[in-house]
């Protein structure tokens, strides 16, 4: 549960529970609503809150713990110092928001080695300034005055006892000890009249407590420096013991991983030749450490604003870490640096800050590699965040921005649907015009392991064609004109069977034809390849694809068995039927020439007859061809109607992107 307290920062929403209690206040994280993403890593307004009450003792007679407290971070502003956001007072209680904190005692045992000599290195950096550029002795150095930002920095914090050289008393060191952390005071401190070299005897025990229970060899030089301080930093004589800054020189702040850091932190104080030098080298060298390390103590920096706008920088570091590790690396694209996983947790939240940067350069380079880092986002993420930041880019001046800025919206279209990319006004102006038989083959064919059986033989599939009446006002009957171009069977190789499955085919072609025709005005049915200037339907072939004619009087004969065959029982009707074809068969000898007359390439026009009385052995082989007809179907009267023919509608005024466009 949280509570809404009225103070300088509105929005600000603090948690009932506390992270931290001391002798002196309460720690709280808190939320600033829609303002104030500045503030965290997040990006989600996160803050720490401080509450503190009046306190007893000598040195809190005009200010309470946390009123100094707060009123030191206001005045000394470091990078490595907890960041002073805004304080008030409610009723009896002080309130001081800062940057979001968590206490190094509570992450300490996650980190690495590493991450805690980069750490020692801040602490010891924001001591140099208080010491020599500010002339303040903190007086608390410990765990408990450290605190961790979101990104893995650490910050100098606990700066309630901290006074100038000139009130670094005896006196003042004794009044405070009561509440100073034990094994940092040195015994003897009372005894001692230089009383300047308090810090270095603290720092000495805050880095034997950081790397207790870590092995000397996992820091280079770490074995070393624990040694120095001990014989240095914790000197019986304090005159003999050295200056902080003199520590910053020693080995354990300078190798490798540490001068990387460094040069980060200092980039605009370097020249161009060096940095140059040190960004085309960076990544080589960053390979030889933990990646979890790296990410989380360098992204920040390797993504800062200077490091994005250095042209080589842009060229051999930016790519690199702006895409996961685990992607497929295809030819002429850059592998990535950081695994998915370490990206999402460390690179990913750098990145929702950068989309809030209005610098035209930073986002053009942010838009330029969004194919490759666009999925590590969750579907919230992009529509709350990265969208809107997107929408606002297409409204610029900059055509090159609003040109790359369109492109990658149109990559959030397959993820977020184009209704929460461009808005729900849409309206469907296109028609998909394929023909309808080539694609129900082409989604037949996708399945390779089956083999292609089409469900409708060639007569059942819809006629592309029209069909219009012919220039006489006769109709034609169906019944006959389907049944003339059934082929019968081969002469003496016929069978009651036979027949009766002719008569059937004749009646399933006519009752297809007639229920085909009823839908001639469904557009669905049609292929959108329309004819208009075929005016008939040939049902047969034409005359000269026919090998051979079949006498009149034969026909004749054929129809009247026909007639005589449905008015008959069936014993007179197979004896009639067997004369009759066997009739045929000696009238369709006459008639054949040669067998080679079957062969298409000896087709001809007119054919010359040979004897009479010559036999041939090859008559029963002869096929019975009809004489091929042209039916002329009656025009049927509807519109003609293709989806070729589309007219967007004029009325439909609706506009994607259009609402709230100047908002």
């Not at 037949?444 to 059986?453: D, M, N, Q, V």
Request: hydrophobic share 35%; glycine share 4%; aromatic share 8%.
């Amino acid at each position: 549960m949280m509570g809404n307290d009225s103070s300088h920062l509105s929005g600000l929403e603090i948690e009932e529970k506390a992270v931290e209690i001391t002798d002196f206040w309460c720690h709280y994280q808190a939320t600033i609503r829609d303002s104030c993403r500045y503030f965290s890593l997040k990006s989600d307004g996160s803050v720490s809150v401080f509450k503190g009450e009046a306190a007893v003792g000598p040195l809190w007679a005009i200010s309470t713990p946390l009123e100094k407290f707060s009123n030191n971070l206001l005045k000394y502003r470091h990078p490595c110092i907890v960041r002073y956001i805004s304080a008030w007072q409610q009723r009896s209680t002080l309130h001081l928001a800062t940057e979001y904190v968590q206490p190094l005692s509570q992450v300490l045992n996650g980190l690495t080695p590493l991450q805690i000599c980069i750490g020692l290195n801040n602490i010891l950096r924001a001591l140099v300034f208080l010491h020599d550029q500010a002339g303040m002795s903190h007086n608390n150095i410990s765990i408990s005055a450290i605190y961790v930002t979101g990104d893995g920095q650490w910050k100098l914090g606990g700066l309630q006892y901290m006074c100038s050289f000139s009130e670094l008393t005896p006196a003042y060191l004794k009044h405070a000890r009561i509440h100073r952390y034990d094994k940092a005071v040195d015994p003897d401190e009372e005894l001692y009249e230089i009383t300047s070299k308090v810090d270095q005897y603290s720092f000495a025990v805050l880095v034997d407590d950081v790397f207790k229970n870590r092995k000397d060899e996992e820091v280079p030089h770490l074995k070393e420096f624990k040694k120095y301080c001990r014989d240095s930093l914790q000197h019986h004589d304090p005159a003999k013991r050295p200056n902080l800054s003199d520590v910053l020189q020693h080995s354990f702040f300078n190798h490798e991983f540490i001068t990387i850091y460094k040069f980060l932190n200092f980039l605009p104080l370097k020249s161009e030749e060096e940095k140059c030098e040190f960004f085309s080298n960076i990544l080589d060298s960053l390979k030889c450490y933990d990646e979890e390390t790296v990410a989380k103590q360098l992204s920040g920096l390797l993504l800062s604003r200077l490091t994005m706008l250095d042209q080589t920088a842009r060229r051999d570091v930016i790519p690199f870490i702006l895409k996961p590790k685990n992607e497929r690396v295809q030819n002429g694209e850059h592998p990535g640096f950081f695994s998915l996983t370490v990206f999402k947790e460390h690179v990913k939240p750098r990145l929702m800050q950068l989309f809030g940067v209005r610098d035209s350069q930073i986002r053009l380079l942010l838009l330029a590699h969004f194919s490759k880092f666009v999925h590590v986002f969750s579907q919230e993420e992009l529509s709350q965040h990265i969208l809107p930041e997107l929408l606002l880019g297409i409204k610029d001046t900059d055509d090159n921005l609003v040109a790359a800025t369109l492109i990658c919206l149109s990559e959030l279209v397959p993820i977020l649907g184009a209704d929460t990319v461009i808005g729900v006004k849409r309206s469907k102006f296109f028609t998909d015009g394929r023909p309808n038989s080539k694609t129900k083959l082409q989604a037949t064919h996708r399945t390779p392991e089956k083999l292609f059986i089409p469900e409708k033989s060639l007569r059942d599939l819809p006629c592309s064609e029209d069909i219009y009446e012919s220039n006489d006002s006769e109709v034609v009957n169906f019944e006959n004109a389907i049944s003339m171009n059934i082929r019968p069977t081969p002469v003496g190789g016929e069978s009651l069977e036979d027949d009766v499955r002719i008569k059937d085919t004749n009646i399933k072609i006519e009752q297809d034809v007639t229920i085909r025709e009823t839908k001639i005005d469904s557009e669905e049915d049609w292929s959108d390849w329309e004819n208009t200037n075929n005016r008939q339907l040939t049902l047969s072939t034409t005359p000269e694809t026919t090998l051979h004619s079949i006498d009149n009087e034969f026909i004749n004969k054929i129809a009247d068995f026909k007639v005589d065959n449905e008015n008959s029982d069936t014993k007179e009707n197979s004896s009639k039927r067997k004369t009759l074809l066997q009739k045929a068969a000696i009238e369709a000898k006459k008639h054949i020439v040669d067998i080679s007359e079957l062969d298409i390439k000896n087709q001809k026009a007119d054919y010359s007859k040979k004897s009479v009385d010559e036999f041939d052995f090859f008559a029963d082989m002869m096929p019975v061809i009809e004489k091929p007809t042209v039916v002329n179907i009656d025009h049927v009267t509807h519109d003609i109607s293709s989806k070729l023919n589309f007219i967007p509608d004029d009325a439909d005024d609706n506009e994607g992107w259009g609402e709230n466009w100047n908002d």
